[in-house]
């Protein structure tokens, strides 16, 4: 009544030669494409770590919020310098926003006349609110512009459009190489 493991082998290897072998090989290797297929429609689960998939999301909106927001100021800035009538601003920024969290570090010298040895440990200091824990942020660095479009009325003349570049220059410390200004189209 014993089937032993060479017996499994001799019929296993005489199923899948010839035409029945080929048969069975490609379906199998279709139903694994299928299921491949089919795990990229389901949804993904998010990492352990705490991040939720949402984060890098609120990121990205908050620095396109930061930019928006500093088009706007500088566009209105810009539009009561004499001479540039409406201005509509562009800038391109790199990066993304980066938070610094506080931590609290210890370092520990130990000095022997064989060896010195130096080891630190950080501690990151955390705010519980509402039952969840959340890294207190120490300061947030805002993603950095690297050049800007400014479109106005004056831009035509280069009095004007100096004025601008100045102006835009030091208030995003931009080279003037960076910066871009045109006449706008009555």
Request: proline share 3%.
């Amino acid at each position: 009544m014993g089937v032993g493991i060479q017996d499994i082998g001799r019929r296993a290897g005489r199923l899948l030669t010839g035409r029945r072998g080929t048969l069975i090989i490609t379906v199998m290797g279709l139903a694994a494409i299928a299921l491949i297929f089919l795990s990229e429609l389901l949804p993904k689960k998010s990492e352990s770590s705490g991040k939720t998939a949402a984060e890098p999301a609120q990121s990205a909106s908050a620095d396109s919020d930061y930019t928006e927001r500093t088009e706007r100021q500088l566009a209105e800035l810009l539009s009561r310098i004499r001479g540039v009538g409406h201005a509509e601003l562009i800038l391109t920024a790199e990066g993304s926003g980066e938070y610094i969290y506080a931590e609290e570090t210890e370092k520990k010298t130990d000095s022997s006349p064989d060896a010195a040895s130096e080891s630190s440990k950080s501690r990151l200091f955390v705010s519980e609110r509402s039952g969840s824990k959340d890294a207190l942020v120490r300061k947030v660095l805002n993603p950095r512009f690297v050049g800007a479009l400014v479109i106005c009325e004056g831009g035509s003349d280069a009095a004007v459009r100096e004025r601008v570049i100045k102006a835009v220059s030091a208030a995003l410390d931009l080279p003037s190489s960076k910066i871009c200004v045109e006449s706008r189209i009555n």
